[in-house]
């Protein structure tokens, strides 16, 4: 198995021979392409752990920039940048696509799941809450007059008008709104609701 041999040692490749190699593996020279994939191997691989972060991942994501660099080199111009920055770009720009196409999978499994939870329902709680709510209307229901508690009550537990409220009440409708009205302030300021 073939060591990368870092840029610029004995016997590796330096800059202005990557350049020379590209154009051969653009030919389709195999061999080109192994000097090319040992020279630029590590550096595809340490950009491209860095976005990925996770080894087995990145390890695939770069062996399919390698794929591309075979497959662009017929594309790469010499004279708008070297074959390093090329290279480099690549290894990114796939990286982020993985990363992001990873993401959104995620977040297209996880998108119903988070719509489907609820929040676990606290009977007790809420039984409570009802409770000191209703001792509270208690307590405020006490203290309207007598004809306001009865002009609420009858209207709120018997669900009637104002008009059905009169006639059971055997009073004109005008006082009974009066009433309900007087009767209503007054648990809404004994309750502490603010409008």
Request: aromatic content about 4%.
């Amino acid at each position: 198995m073939n060591q990368p041999l870092p840029f610029g040692a004995p016997g590796g490749p330096g800059r202005a021979d990557l350049a020379e190699v590209v154009e051969l593996v653009a030919r389709g020279d195999r061999e080109a392409f192994s000097v090319l994939y040992d020279a630029l191997a590590p550096l595809v691989f340490g950009i491209v752990i860095k976005v990925v972060r996770d080894r087995a991942r990145s390890e695939e994501v770069a062996q399919e920039v390698m794929i591309d660099l075979w497959r662009q080199a017929p594309r790469h111009r010499s004279d708008e940048g070297c074959v390093t920055t090329w290279a480099a770009t690549i290894a990114h720009r796939r990286a982020v696509d993985h990363v992001r196409s990873a993401q959104a999978a995620h977040d297209r499994e996880q998108g119903p799941a988070a719509r489907e939870h609820t929040t676990a329902h606290d009977e007790v709680a809420e039984r409570v809450e009802t409770r000191l709510e209703s001792r509270q209307v208690r307590r405020c229901l006490d203290g309207l007059t007598e004809l306001q508690r009865q002009a609420v009550t009858t209207a709120y537990y018997g669900g009637l008008t104002y008009r059905e409220v009169a006639e059971s009440l055997r009073a004109p409708q005008p006082t009974i709104k009066t009433r309900m009205r007087d009767g209503l302030v007054r648990l809404r300021d004994g309750m502490g609701v603010t409008t």
